[in-house]
């Protein structure tokens, strides 16, 4: 038997999981419900023990993973596929702008006393900036991907930062103060 098998952790209600949404906080069961929550993001899934899998239901399409005794994987929309075929679309949709006024930007410099000749390159990069960011947009979009959570998320860390440090300079203050 490979060792893989023997660490593989099985999908059930009394594990606890990383989270396939935030990848930040941990997932188990909540009480009284056949479900599994995110102690970080508070997101809910509802598990189907016999095909390992976890559903999102916050969603429509719901978001759907594959438990495979190490993470998640195969994440999927239910009923939809995005293959091969819509990353090369995506690809072509950032790259083949970018290419284009990249050419012409090259191929046809502006006069070098011109007040603007920064201006091809700096197009150029906004096309690309601006064709991936929609890109990313959708990705966020489509994968719900969980931004105001890792921002608050973000904002409790350094706030607990701030107290701890503000604390101990304080504790500092007063050890210099007494030696006065
Ligand atoms: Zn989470």
């Given at each position: 038997?490979?060792?893989?098998?023997?660490?593989?952790?099985?999908?059930?209600?009394?594990?606890?999981?990383?989270?396939?949404?935030?990848?930040?906080?941990?997932?188990?069961?909540?009480?009284?419900?056949?479900?599994?929550?995110?102690?970080?993001?508070?997101?809910?899934?509802?598990?189907?023990?016999?095909?390992?899998?976890?559903?999102?239901?916050?969603?429509?399409?719901?978001?759907?993973?594959?438990?495979?005794?190490?993470?998640?994987?195969?994440?999927?929309?239910?009923?939809?596929?995005?293959?091969?075929?819509?990353?090369?679309?995506?690809?072509?949709?950032?790259?083949?702008?970018?290419?284009?006024?990249?050419?012409?930007?090259?191929?046809?410099?502006?006069?070098?006393?011109a007040p603007i000749t920064w201006l091809p390159s700096i197009w150029t990069c906004l096309t690309f900036l601006v064709h991936f960011s929609i890109i990313v947009w959708l990705l966020i979009e489509i994968y719900q991907v969980?931004?105001?959570?890792?921002?608050?998320?973000?904002?409790?860390?350094?706030?607990?930062?701030?107290?701890?440090?503000?604390?101990?300079?304080?504790?500092?203050?007063?050890?210099?103060?007494?030696?006065?």
């Open positions: 038997m490979p060792s893989s098998k023997i660490l593989a952790v099985p999908l059930n209600y009394q594990g606890i999981y990383p989270c396939p949404v935030c990848r930040v906080g941990k997932i188990r069961d909540m009480p009284l419900m056949e479900a599994m929550g995110c102690d970080f993001c508070h997101e809910i899934f509802t598990v189907n023990l016999e095909q390992e899998q976890l559903k999102m239901l916050s969603r429509q399409p719901p978001l759907i993973w594959r438990w495979n005794g190490f993470n998640w994987t195969e994440t999927q929309l239910e009923g939809v596929e995005l293959g091969w075929g819509y990353a090369l679309g995506a690809s072509a949709f950032v790259l083949f702008p970018t290419i284009i006024i990249g050419i012409v930007a090259y191929n046809f410099p502006l006069d070098p006393h969980p931004i105001s959570a890792y921002w608050r998320g973000i904002i409790r860390w350094r706030e607990v930062r701030t107290t701890v440090t503000s604390a101990r300079n304080f504790q500092g203050n007063g050890v210099i103060g007494n030696g006065e």
